[in-house]
């Protein structure tokens, strides 16, 4: 377990390092290359990963149109959630844009882990919570912001991705046509 993530948990619960380094076995680093995913659609996704280094993108494909949902750059959390939570096959894919690392505990252990320390259980609630609160936040963006707005928007919250990130993955996040967001960035 490295320090980012160390660092993550003892700001959603009072861990000592004492109990993150029992849990530590239970996480495992796995190594993604481009294009490959870590959850795929159909499948149920029974993992969760801490993007350590590299960058995800979660997106679903309906009639053939691919439609990105949001980036995980390094420090952030990467898991078809609903598949998670429910054992249902996931609708989404998580896929890796580049070589990336991600730490991973899987479902089975993160139980154990939640029976064995309460610190645990309060870290799956508030990384739940968080969680809604980005999707809440998103949705509303996307019904009520122009296209502008969620541009600039994009440009604060992700700034660095505009150099890493393909710009129809960007258009397709911000719900607007590659060309749309073209207009957008000469307009700047």
């Known amino acids: 377990m490295n320090e980012a993530l160390k660092n993550l948990f003892k700001s ?68 078809a959630l609903a598949s998670f939570l429910q054992m249902k096959p996931a609708l989404e894919n998580i896929q890796a844009l580049e070589t990336s690392e991600l730490i991973v505990i899987d479902r089975k252990n993160l139980l154990n882990l939640y029976d064995e320390n309460w610190k645990w259980q309060q870290v799956g609630r508030v990384i739940t919570e968080q969680y809604y609160i980005i999707m809440e936040k998103r949705l509303i963006a996307l019904q009520s912001q122009s296209a502008q707005e969620r541009y600039e928007n994009f440009l604060l919250e992700y700034p660095e991705l505009l150099k890493s990130v393909p710009l129809y993955y960007i258009a397709s996040f911000l719900g607007i046509s590659p060309e749309t967001l073209s207009r957008i960035r000469k307009s700047k």
Do not use: C
């Not at 390092?17 to 993604?32: Q, V």
């Not at 949001?70 to 952030?76: E, K, L």
């Open 12 to 79: 959603l619960a009072p861990f000592s390092e004492e109990d993150l380094e029992t849990a530590s076995p239970f996480f495992k680093i796995e190594t993604f290359q481009k294009n490959e995913y870590f959850s795929k659609a159909g499948r149920i996704s029974d993992r969760i990963g801490f993007v350590g280094s590299g960058l995800f993108h979660s997106f679903y494909t309906i009639k053939g149109k691919e439609t990105t949902t949001y980036f995980q750059p390094p420090g952030t959390l990467a898991t």
